[in-house]
């Protein structure tokens, strides 16, 4: 009896999440099915003429379709591994670093552009990345030539992705700082007087204590694959590069909100939904494996 | 985006100082002012509406009880108001109120362009919308499509005031105000577009002095004077700093800045425009063989440096840095930019901008596409209580802008304060409302003698006495003598060969796929331009576009123009 009660509490405790998740997240749901309609505002979703597949064949038949699918999943999964390499070796780095107040200094330096809005990155960038900037002035005094980093295709997503690591390293280091400090100091003293170097020391302590970390992270960014910054991508990109930048975040909103071609912009979305649910139910499958890592 | 603001902007001052002055139409304009100023009167001094106000229904006819418009629109920038006033209440808005009892209520107004069309069809596709508001064409037609627009023919017929039905009048065979019907109903009260939008090249005469240049004639001579200005050091500031014709990423466009038209023009190359060719055949213009030799120049000129490496990523203000800081020298736009030319030289008076004809084409002609008759549109909401009420308001709006009433020359005198901040920013004017004018400024010019021109011109005369006797001092003088005098009378050159589209507006297909076709062009012709492409992908251009609709818009065009 008194398990019960004890039972009926944890759900009355659930309730509030359980009904924003159907109101935020279930209703809306329902929306999915403009994808298969001619839909009009004023009809709405339920008067709207059903059009079948129309949408989807469209959607097949554009030129776009394959490139910004592509684009998606290459730059996503591009900023998925420098996005982990990168903070990983800071936080190694940072660890054999052994004046504290240094390092407390340059993490809070690398963690700053976290905060900042891609609104005022994106202008800095575009300013530091023109001919006359100084990234090229660099380029020029190394004797090479000016390079339009952000009209060509083979530069834009190295800009990306870079812009993107740079922007996000520093806060990521501090998943991996926290996970040092969870490393026995014992197991580094017990290495040292048996006379490990601190490579070794590196090698066959430090690592292996962050493995797991790293592989729950990046098992966890499997089900993020599909989101490949909408916001920067946005900010920084024009008609040139949409060949190798143009992501389906980025057309939905083109062809959605801005030229108000609602059943076509839905239909692109649910491709992008059911995907996700695949490589979500994969990326967690991956993660109860190999970090033995289980919400149910 | 911001490009386009500033043209609404620049065209919007232009137009209030431009205002009919042949004889006919003094006569039927004023013909509706002699009863207005007394409704006036009566409104004003009676704060209780009088009756007899209310008893004769019209154009410019009071209500009794108090009207309430609710209305989204673009908001201004830099509005110029006096401290107190804003875009929601301000004398304008109090005029309109005093003689017509109408409220206007605002629902929303959005600065920025962009933001603007998102809130737009934010507001469509949750199908709240105000009572009134201006739209573009695709959000018009999507509009219309889900009955969402009250009906305007028989409104428009009975409570529009001769002037507004003069300047739709004015167009040839009724080309403006048909853009606002769907199947014979009038669904939109169009903007009007005047004639003379189209671009002229307008280039540093300061620099062509130093380097001993003449003005350029054809296509050839552009390419050779762009080529001194970046290689010669026109400004002799030591550096070489000075970056060739500047360019927008939308390439083509009616009344643009920094677009390439007129090089296509001169290759009888017609972009984004539609056709009939020898054979009867429906066209499009960017997908001719015309356009790809003119897209062939231009992508030479790219790689020759000729054209500013960066247009790409330049938004309009960029490109006007590039102006007033004295980087540039040479680029296309349309007489209107006098204003933004007068910013450079107020940065530096030494700048010089002249603005010239576009190039010659092989036959020594001078093409140009007439712009698209409207590309707003004013809608009323389906079920709005008073929808006469809107056409009221913009009776008495346009009798505050062209100065008719009195009364309207009085609010904010002298205080530069924009027409904008009228309610309903839907502009109309003649068809040849730039040109109309030319001959009187110029006679004023010869006689010095301002008599007997109506009130509404004078500003603008008096501007152009100014400069003509102090050139440059006054900046604003200055700025409108280049615009509505110097440019204005450049787009009246000989050589002009107009080239007429057989068909404007939107087809079915189009509203529905249109935006995928664009992109496809846009993107093409960016990277043709810019070397990213070989130019054969033109001809593979040309193949998807028909396949991924193109080919059934030019059916739908060819039944609709067949059926003319």
Known sequence: ?296 | MNRKKWLVLLSAAALLGMTACSGANDGSSSGATTETPETATETTDNAQQPADAAVEDGPFAAYEDTVTITLGRQGVSGNNLPDGDTLEDNEYLRYVEERLNVDIKYEFSVEDLDAYNQKVTLAIASNSIPDVMIVNEQQFHQLAKADMLEDLTEVYENYASPLIKEYYDSYSGDRALNTGRIDGKLYALPNTNIDGNFQLLWIRQDWLNKLNLQLPKTVDDVKGIIQAFVEQDPDGNGTKDTVGLLGDPSIVGDGGFFTFDPIFNAYHSYPKSWFKDDQGNIVYGSTTLETKEALGVLRQMYADGLIDMEFLTRKWEDNAGLVSSGRAGILFAPWFAGWAMSDAVKANPEADWVPVAVPLDDAGKRNFVPSVPSGSFLVVKKGAKHPEAVLKVLNVEYEGIRLIDPAAQELYKGQGVGWLNYPLNLQLDFQDALARDIPIYDKVLKDKDTTGLPARIMPRVEAILKNHENPKQDMVAYADSLAFYTAAAVTGAKEMNRIEPIFYGNTETMLKRGANLEKLEKETFLKIISGTSPLDEFDKFVSTWKSIGGDDVAEEIAEIVNNR
Do not use: C
């Open chain 1, 1 to 296: 009896m008194r398990n019960q009660t004890f039972i009926r509490n944890y759900h009355i405790m659930l309730m509030p999440g359980i009904l924003l998740l159907i109101a935020f997240s279930v209703i809306p749901m329902f929306g999915i099915v403009i994808a298969f309609q001619d839909f009009q505002p004023t009809r709405g979703i339920f008067r709207s003429e059903w059009i079948g597949w129309e949408n989807f064949e469209y959607m097949f038949a554009l030129p776009d379709s394959r490139s910004i699918f592509v684009n998606t999943m290459v730059i996503a999964s591009l900023k998925i591994v420098f996005g982990m390499a990168a903070p990983f070796l800071f936080a190694l780095l940072l660890h054999e670093v052994v004046s504290t107040k240094f390092k407390r200094i340059v993490q809070t330096i690398v963690y700053l552009p976290h905060f900042m809005s891609w609104v005022i990155l994106s202008g800095i960038l575009i300013n530091l990345l023109s001919l006359e900037g100084v990234v090229n002035q660099v380029v020029q005094f190394f004797g090479g030539d000016p390079i339009l980093f952000l009209q060509s295709n083979v530069w834009f997503r190295v800009v990306l992705v870079a812009s993107d690591v740079w922007k996000e390293f520093g806060f990521n280091t501090i998943i991996y700082i926290a996970a040092l400090t969870s490393i026995n100091t014992n197991l580094y003293e017990a290495a040292a007087i048996d006379g490990a170097s601190r490579f070794q020391r590196l090698l066959y302590i430090t690592i292996p204590g962050l493995l797991p970390t790293v592989i729950l992270l990046a098992t966890l960014g499997l089900g993020n694959v599909l989101n490949a910054g909408f916001e920067q991508i946005l900010n920084l990109y024009n008609p040139i590069v949409y060949e190798t930048g143009d992501i389906i975040d980025t057309y939905v909103y083109r062809a959605g909100l801005l030229e108000i071609q609602y059943g076509l912009a839905t239909a692109v979305g649910l491709l992008k939904s059911v995907v996700s649910f695949v490589l979500i139910a994969v990326s967690y499958l991956l993660a109860a494996r190999f970090a033995n890592y289980r919400i149910f």
